[in-house]
Every structure is written in structure tokens, then in C-alpha cells.
């Protein structure tokens, strides 16, 4: 070779070396192939604790090996083995008993009552009088306290389903994530639930119904016991109809006065102690299952970051086989959507930062949870029993359930206004010509409702990425919510847009590298309530 070529190839490889590397390609046959397999019918729906779950822990575990990732969970596995009591139904109905002046009224589960499990205790009756507490709602930040004046120790607590109108969504729809522990401060031993007519709109009686015969699940702790957010609640239920009314039964107010003035903004009725008392009787039966989150490590490849983790999760566990009414004889919840496709993203967002030739600078964990689908277990397991010291984890995206159905060019970030997780979402799809919307359903609480809230909830800024409702998303939002989701129809017979997944793989490489990347970790925003309540102590940026 003439020297003036060499001068020509050396100035050549300076130029390269000094451009971007080159971006990794997303395609959608690549993403379809995840998602085929993971909602095929062999893996039966992948129920938490089922050999279809296994199965595709498995393969998510297998192909995060084989793109270069190392195992992330205890001992060098890939795998987050937790066991779960399963609590089922007794044979013998369990029943509220509602006793006033007028005598004694008696329901049975899913007879205008709802009967909540209880993982602790599997036969038992309690009896107490009843008090009302509005809302029962208490944070001192917001100036909320539902409990003054009112003694309800040894009591069982009536409250409205929700939260007061007005209260930002994301704080009300923690804080009704939080009224069994408020109650349980106070000393109660019992809650009562009753619809608003904002929450009847939310979430309608019948449609709880549905689920009504549903197991319920706890994760048990190293000390064997099932774990419980409020052990001290040892009865729950939720109440319908005539059996909501009778509680209010000779008391000052009546229930559709309350549900009036609830529905008001700012509307917070006063509690009361009630002139009723009520009886529950709880039959149920228990069994143990095991069921694995898959943790995988990208160790960052610069030293004075490499000890901050960023996680990318999705849950991989559905609703398995049950019968579903007037769904054609198909038992299958194939989940290809919720969440096959997030796994998906997942997987190649894993696959392309582990090939990259400029690695991410901060460690990622990829974690595939289970039990999402029975109260966002799997998620709250690991922030229980993280692999990294939780300290250590600077920041989750979660993806769950994005709607691959039509050509999206926004995300919604839910959660993206308590971070700078929401700036970072931005500027890394811009480039893309995606834009970051603000949440269309604030109503639905979504924020609390998927697995990034359980890192929230150890203080980590977290956002759950969904994809939004431009061009057509809203339709498509629209019809899935009323058919597909959580049924058999959310299977691949659906037209999943492969171009959009591999996009939305895409887009959220991007995000993710960049949170690894900068040289600022996400910080929580300075007076953020989420920031302030789970993480008082971590540094804070100015919003
Ligand atoms: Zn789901």
C-alpha cells in the first residue's frame, strides 16, 4: 500500500473514531419474535407461580445471557426466587352482618359485600361498632387528617372509596393506597369501603365483581410470615347497595347526603361514630407457591459511576387461564400487550446496551418482576430485598403495557412531573420526533398502579412510560381499555404495529442511556411530595 493511502485509512479511522458510535439498530422482527413467543398459548397466560411463567423466565433469562449481560440476583443466578401465599376462598361463605336498631342485616360475598382475605389469619369472625371517617385520608403535607376527633381504637373504619376531589391524582391516589395503615396507626381493626360517585365511575361495582373470587396474594418474608401492609386490619370489605346504606342507618347523614357533598371540589365529610355495628365472618384456605423476578447486570463502564444503578423493569407474569363470559371458549390471557411487549422492549434495550461500543457509564439492572398482575409483588419484593444496596439504584423506567397498535409519536411518562426523570424522558426522543405528553387518564391513578411505585415507595425516582394518545392513540386507548384488556383478547391476534415496538425499544435505549450517561444521576425535584415523603434525606434538583 502507497503511503499517501495509509495517510488517507489513518485519517479515516481518526474521524470514526472520534464520531458517535455508531446507533444500535431496533427492528421489528426482533421485537415480534420476543413478543410471539412470550404470549404464545403454550405459556398458558403466564400466571405468577405457574410452569408458563417458568417457561418464560427462562427465556428471558437465556436471552439476556446470550446478549452479554451478567446474572443479577443472590449467588449468581439470574433468577429472584420469592414464594407467595396464595389465599383462597373457604367452602363456607364468608359474610358482613350489619346490626342496628332495626335488627340485623346479613350478606354474603359478592352479594352487595365484598369480603376482603386476610393472609394472616384464614377463619375468623370479628365484631365491632363502626365509625366513619370520610375519606380516610391523613398527611400532614397536604393538611389532610380524617381521623381528628374521632376515637377508633378497637373499632372497624367506614371510608369512601378515593380520594377528595381537587387533591393532584398522583398524591390522592397514593394516599388511598395508604388507608388501611392509617387506620391501623389509629388502632382500628377493621375497614369498610363505600363508592363515591367518582369512584363508581372509575372502577363500578360489577366490574369488581369480576373479580370477586380471585385468590389473593402476599409475599412471605424471610421470617416465613406472610408479609402484610397492615397486619392490624384484620377484616376488609367492600360494600354495595343496601349493605353501604345500612351502615348509615340512624345516623345524622345519610349515604347519598355524604356522596353529595364527597363529590364536591374539595368535598370532605366529617367522620362520625356510626349508630351500627357489624359482624364479619372470613372463611379461606392457603397455599404457598414460588415464582421468580429475572434480574440481569450491565456493569457501567466508568469507574466513578459504576456503583449507580439504573433499572429498567417490566413485569412478565399475566393473568394466566380463567374463564372469561362470552369470550368464545378462550381461557387464555396471552397478555401480548400486558405486558409481553414491554418484556420485549426490555430484552432489546438490554441487547443493544450490552453490544454497544460505548458502554453505559452507570451500571443497569434489567429485572423482568412477577406478580405484577396480583398487587405489584414481584416489584415490591425486590425493593424489600434488592440485589444492589437500594441506595445504589438512582433510577427506574418501568414499562408496562405500551399500546402497540398504531404509529405513536408521544409517550406519556407517568410520573415524569416529581423528577428529572421527565426531563431526560424529553430531550432522548426529541432527536426521535416523540414528544412527552402529560397524563390523559389522571383519574385511573396510574402512577401507583404498576411496579415502578414500589421503587418509589424505597425513594427511588421512578416513571412508568407509556405510549401516548397522538395520532390515533387515543382510539386505540379507548377501544383496548373497553375490550382487550385483561381478557383473552389481548392476544397476538391483534394488529400489533412491529414498527412501533421496535420504536418504542428505541425510544427507551435512549432514555436509559441517557440517565446512565449523564453525569448527574435522576434527582427528585426540590418540594416534591413523593421525593419528600420516600426520600427526605436524597439531594434534590431545582424544577
Ligand atoms: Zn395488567
Redesign the pocket.
Given at each position: 500500500m502507497k503511503k499517501k493511502n495509509v495517510f488517507a485509512i489513518s485519517a479515516l479511522v481518526s474521524v470514526l473514531a472520534h464520531a458517535q458510535a455508531p446507533a444500535p439498530v431496533f427492528t421489528p422482527e426482533r421485537f415480534r419474535a420476543h413478543v410471539e413467543f412470550l404470549a404464545d398459548d403454550l405459556l398458558e397466560g403466564r400466571e405468577t407461580g405457574t410452569r408458563g411463567h417458568e417457561i418464560a423466565a427462562r427465556y428471558v433469562a437465556t436471552q439476556l445471557a446470550a446478549s452479554g449481560l451478567q446474572p443479577g440476583a443472590e449467588n449468581g443466578s439470574w433468577y429472584q426466587p420469592i414464594t407467595f401465599q396464595m389465599t383462597t376462598r373457604g367452602a363456607e361463605p364468608s359474610w358482613v352482618a350489619i346490626q342496628g336498631l332495626a335488627g340485623e342485616q346479613r350478606f354474603n360475598h359478592a352479594d352487595n359485600v365484598m369480603v376482603g382475605l386476610n393472609s394472616r389469619e384464614s377463619n375468623f369472625e370479628i365484631s365491632a361498632p363502626l365509625v366513619f371517617v370520610g375519606f380516610g385520608v391523613e398527611d400532614k403535607r397536604l393538611g389532610l387528617d380524617d381521623y381528628r376527633g374521632l376515637n377508633v381504637k378497637g373499632r372497624i373504619v367506614v371510608a369512601l372509596r378515593g380520594f377528595p376531589k381537587g387533591l393532584p391524582s398522583e398524591e390522592g391516589a397514593h394516599l388511598s393506597a395508604e388507608k388501611a395503615r392509617a387506620a391501623e396507626r389509629h388502632g382500628a381493626v377493621g375497614l369498610l369501603s363505600i363508592a363515591t360517585l367518582q369512584s363508581e365511575k372509575v372502577m363500578s361495582w360489577n366490574r369488581m365483581l369480576e373479580y370477586a373470587n380471585d385468590p389473593a396474594y402476599a409475599w412471605v418474608d424471610t421470617d416465613g410470615k406472610a408479609h402484610e401492609e397492615a397486619p392490624g386490619i384484620r377484616g376488609r370489605a367492600i360494600l354495595n347497595g343496601p349493605a353501604a346504606e345500612a351502615v348509615f342507618a340512624g345516623s345524622p347523614r345519610t349515604l347519598a347526603d355524604i356522596r353529595q357533598e364527597a363529590d364536591r371540589a374539595k368535598g370532605m365529610p366529617r367522620g362520625f361514630a356510626l349508630k351500627t355495628r357489624v359482624s364479619m365472618k372470613v372463611s379461606s384456605s392457603w397455599a404457598r407457591v414460588t415464582s421468580p423476578n429475572v434480574v440481569a447486570i450491565l456493569p457501567g463502564a466508568d469507574a466513578s459511576l459504576a456503583r449507580e444503578y439504573v433499572v429498567l423493569s417490566a413485569?412478565l407474569d399475566?393473568?394466566g387461564i380463567k374463564d372469561v363470559p362470552g369470550a368464545n371458549g378462550d381461557r387464555i390471557h396471552n397478555?401480548a400487550l400486558?405486558?409481553a411487549a414491554g418484556v420485549a422492549a426490555l430484552l432489546e434495550v438490554a441487547r443493544a446496551a450490552a453490544a454497544a461500543p460505548d458502554k453505559p457509564r452507570r451500571s443497569m439492572i434489567f429485572l423482568a418482576t412477577t406478580a405484577?398482575?396480583k398487587g405489584l409483588l414481584g416489584a415490591d419484593y425486590f425493593g424489600h430485598h434488592p440485589t444492589v444496596p437500594i441506595a445504589q439504584i438512582v433510577g427506574n423506567v418501568d414499562l408496562?403495557?405500551p399500546l402497540l397498535l398504531y404509529s405513536f409519536t408521544d409517550l406519556i411518562a407517568f410520573g415524569a412531573n416529581h423528577s428529572t426523570i421527565g426531563r431526560q424522558v424529553a430531550e432522548a426522543v426529541a432527536p426521535m420526533n416523540i414528544s412527552l405528553s402529560p397524563d390523559p387518564m389522571p383519574e385511573q391513578g396510574v402512577f401507583t398502579r404498576s411496579d415502578h411505585y414500589q421503587l418509589v415507595r424505597q425513594g427511588v425516582p421512578a416513571v412508568m412510560l407509556a405510549t401516548g394518545m397522538a395520532n390515533g392513540g387515543d382510539k386505540s386507548w379507548g377501544e383496548f381499555l373497553e375490550g382487550a384488556?385483561?381478557s383473552p383478547r389481548d392476544d397476538l391476534s391483534q394488529a400489533i404495529d412491529w414498527k412501533a415496538g421496535a420504536k418504542f425499544a428505541e425510544v427507551n435505549y435512549r432514555i436509559t442511556r441517557a440517565m446512565a450517561d449523564a453525569n448527574t444521576p435522576p434527582l427528585w425535584y426540590q418540594g416534591d411530595y413523593f421525593g419528600d415523603t420516600f426520600a427526605p434525606k436524597a439531594a434534590r434538583a431545582q424544577r
Open positions: 413485569h399475566h393473568l397478555g400486558d405486558n405484577e398482575e408496562d403495557m384488556y385483561h
